[in-house]
C-alpha cells in the first residue's frame, strides 16, 4: 500500500472555475422550478457561489484528514489501482468495516462517520473503517471496460482479506454500494454481515406476489419515465453522455444536483435543507479535478456487459444476518418493497428500521440514524 495525500494542481482548478463563470445558460420554462429536472435559477446561484466563495484548498485539506491509500488489487485478468481510507480503532474488539458509496456520491459522504465509528463512547461498538472509491471514480483507477458492482465486490472483498488481511468484516452501502455490499455477502466467506440503505440486489426470478407487493411495484413503475431516464441513457450511451459532463463543470453539476434533490428528503423542494452549498460542491470536485465523471457512468452498462461469474441460480438469496435501513424518502425506484418480498432475496434479516426521516444519501443527510443503526447491528452480529 502507498499512503495517498491528495493535490490537485492549481491550473486545474482555475480551469474548472473559469469554465463555470464562462458557462452559457439555456432557457427554462416559466415557474418549473425542479419539475423539469436542475432548478436553473439554483444552479445559477450555486455557479456564484462557487466561482466566488467556494474554497477547494479547505475541503481538499478535510478530505486528506484521515488516512488514505493506493494499492493495486488484482481480479482475474486486470490489476486496478484502488484508493481508500482506512482507519483502524484502537479498540481490540473493534469490527472491520467496509462502506461502499455509489453515484452521484463519493467518499466524501461517509467522512463524518469516520471518528465516531473509530472511537466511540464507551459501551459502544467500535470498527475498523474502509472507505474505498469506486473503480473509475474519484481517486481510483478505471477498468478497461466496464464492469458490474458484482465485479466491484471481488475488488473489494479482495481489499479487505488479501490486502488488508481482515478475516471477517461487515459490508455497508447504498446506491451502487448495496449491490457491491450483497456481492461481497453472496461470494465472499469473510463478510459476516450486510448493512443496506437500498434494495440493491434480488434473487432471480423474485417478483411481487401479494398485492401489497403489487402495490409498491406499481408506485415505482409509474415513476419511470421521469426517474428512471438517467439509468437508460448512462447505460445505454455512457460515451456520448460523458464527453458532455466531462467537457463542462456546470453541465456535470446540473445533471448530478438534480438526483441530490430529488433523492433525499428536503423541506419544499429546498435542496440547502439537506445539504449546504459547501458539501455539493466537494461531492462535485471530486469527479471534475478527477476527471472522472464519464468513467463514473460504466457500472450501468456493466450490469448488462459484465455478469461476472456467471448466472446466479433461481433461489440464491443471500445467508449472512442482514440489516435494512428503511429511509421513508428514498426514490420508489429504489425503496426496499414489503418486508414478504425482501426476505425472498435475504434469508437472514436480524434487524429492520423504519426511519422517520432521510432519503437516498442517508450517510449525509440522517449519519445520526446510520450510525445507530450500524452501532446496533454489530452488536447482533458480534
Known sequence: MTPFTIDIPQEKIDRITARVREANWPTAPAGGGW????????????????????????????LNAFPQFKVPVAVDDETLDLHFYHVKSSRADAVPLILSHGWPGSVFEFLHLIEPLTAPPEGEPAFHVV?????????SAAPAKPISPRHIGAYFSTLMTEVLGYERFIAQGGDWGGPISAAMALDCPACIGLHLNIMGWWSPGVGPETEEEKAHAEKANALQFFEGAYFQM?????????IALEDS?????????EKWNTWSHTEGGDIESAYTKDQLLTNIMIYLVTDTAATALWPYRGIVEDPFGGAIEPGTKVEVPTAIANFPFEVPLYAFPPRSQVERSYSNIV????????????????PGLLLNDLREFASKVK
Not at 131 to 139: A, D, I, Q, T
Not at 235 to 242: C, D, F, M, N, Q
Open 35 to 62: 419539475a423539469y429536472g436542475a432548478n436553473l435559477d439554483y444552479m445559477k446561484e450555486l455557479a456564484g457561489y462557487w466561482t466566488q466563495h467556494f474554497d477547494w484548498r479547505k475541503a481538499e485539506a478535510a
Open 131 to 139: 472507505v474505498p472509491s469506486l473503480p473509475g471514480y474519484g481517486f
Open 234 to 242: 448512462q447505460a445505454a450511451k455512457p460515451v456520448s453522455l460523458g
Open 249 to 257: 463543470p456546470v453541465g456535470f453539476a446540473a445533471w448530478v444536483i
Open 351 to 366: 434487524q429492520w428500521t423504519d426511519f422517520e426521516a432521510g432519503g437516498h444519501f442517508a450517510a449525509m443527510e440522517q
